[in-house]
């Protein structure tokens, strides 16, 4: 592929990651929308390099954080923005052991980073829930991680499906 259509599909899924993120205004979408936008960087780490995709992961995070919801632009850049482009390369490893414990480990501080900014930086409240406002934390913690399980998942079967259905026509569309 020449680094011309490398760049043009790097700004493509850029720019479509921030469209989708326009949806975070939207209620309930907080974390649904940042985690579409972080699998399309998973057309880059396959077509081209993880390299490429964390320089249009970058690209798209500095127009997010202008101008996406805040909590939804939190989840994107400390975790579903990077998360496909490392998960390949955790995934490397092939000892199924260490890479739950390293994918576990970056979900688990990712998520407790975005509360603090999220509650100490940005001031959203989350202790306005009276007495399960005293376990919130924990128990959002407990199901982020239940919900990690599956968005991995998830993640994985896209890239079959990726793979077997749209790689190869657009592998004949980029020549």
Known sequence: MKRTSRIALCGIVAALAVVIMFLS????????????????????????????????????????????????????????GYYP????????IRKPLI?????????????????????????????????????LELVLLIGGNITFVIYDFAISRLVVTYMIRLHPKLKKLIK
Request: proline share 4%; aromatic share 18%; glycine share 4%.
């Open 85 to 92: 482009i490392l998960k390949e390369r955790i995934e490397r």
């Open 25 to 80: 205004y939207f209620p309930y979408f907080t974390y649904a929308v940042p985690a579409a936008a972080g699998i399309l960087m998973i057309i880059l780490v396959i077509e081209i390099d993880p390299k490429w995709a964390v320089l249009s992961f970058v690209a798209s995070s500095i127009l997010i954080l202008l101008l996406a919801e805040t909590e939804a632009k939190l989840m994107y850049v400390l975790f579903f």
């Open 99 to 135: 890479e739950y414990i390293l994918k576990f480990a970056v979900f688990n501080v990712a998520m407790i980073a975005a509360y603090f900014l999220a509650s100490k930086v940005f001031g959203i409240p989350f202790d306005d829930m009276g007495n399960f406002g005293k376990y």
